[in-house]
Antibody, heavy 123, light 107 residues
Framework: EVQLLESGGGLVEPGGSLRLSCAASGLTFYNYAMSWVRQAPGKGLEWVSTISSNGGTTYYAASVKGRFTISRDNSNNTLYMQMNSLRAEDTAIYYC????????????????WGQGTLVTVSS | DIQMTQSPSSLSTSVGDRVTITCRASQNINNYLSWHQHKPGKAPKVLIYATSDLQSGVPSRFSGSGSGTDFTLTISNLQPEDFATYYCQQTYSVPITFGQGTRLEIK
């Protein structure tokens, strides 16, 4: 059974940093691209970033490019998101999502989501 | 960026009803369209990918159709556990974009 467990969320002041983790189990992690998606309070889903299966290629939404860095450790089946220069508008639940095997130009189907971790940016 | 427009934004329905949600893309996305179900406090769930392919374990009362720019999610014989928010998503190009969501409410 596939499981994705996010952690690392919390309260941080504007301008601060946070690192999210997504621990994966029940899948051959190194075969799959992975993505982060967020949902701000009262809003819909917003794609944040995707990383290829070997970590060699990354893609970002314009709203986070230059501030967030996606990475992965295939030996430990873990996905990360380093978030720097955080802003109030980054407040959201952050979900990791198992993405497909055949990432083409940064896209493939999602097929499983984690339960999310809440990030609150406030002074 | 490809804009995804869902309608309606909310729908008041009853158990047993047949529901149709539409999603329109701002440009041709071929069949690179997925549907997700999301309940508060829960992980989103993939229902359909590639316009009409049912994700493993998803009940057959869910179906998807469409092509090009216009897509539809249909739920037949609505069940109590189906009251949730539904999102379409295009996986044709980066940035990946979602519709604004359709909330199904109990009438």
């Amino acid at each position: 059974e596939v499981q994705l467990l996010e952690s690392g969320g919390g309260l941080v002041e504007p301008g601060g940093s946070l690192r999210l983790s997504c621990a994966a189990s029940g899948l051959t992690f190194y075969n799959y691209a992975m993505s982060w998606v967020r949902q701000a309070p009262g809003k819909g889903l917003e794609w944040v970033s995707t990383i290829s299966s070997n970590g060699g290629t990354t893609y970002y939404a314009a709203s986070v490019k230059g501030r967030f860095t996606i990475s992965r450790d295939n030996s430990n089946n873990t996905l990360y998101m380093q978030m720097n220069s955080l802003r109030a508008e980054d407040t959201a639940i952050y979900y990791c999502a198992k993405t497909g095997i055949n990432l083409v130009q940064g896209v493939d189907d999602f097929d499983f989501w984690g339960q999310g971790t809440l990030v609150t940016v406030s002074s | 960026d490809i804009q995804m427009t869902q309608s309606p934004s909310s729908l008041s329905t009853s158990v047993g009803d047949r529901v149709t949600i539409t999603c329109r893309a701002s440009q041709n996305i071929n069949n690179y369209l997925s549907w997700h179900q999301h309940k508060p406090g829960k992980a989103p769930k993939v229902l359909i990918y590639a316009t009409s392919d049912l994700q493993s374990g998803v009940p057959s009362r869910f179906s998807g159709s469409g092509s090009g720019t216009d897509f539809t999610l249909t739920i037949s014989n609505l069940q109590p556990e189906d009251f949730a928010t539904y999102y379409c998503q295009q996986t044709y190009s980066v940035p990946i974009t979602f519709g604004q969501g359709t909330r199904l409410e109990i009438k």
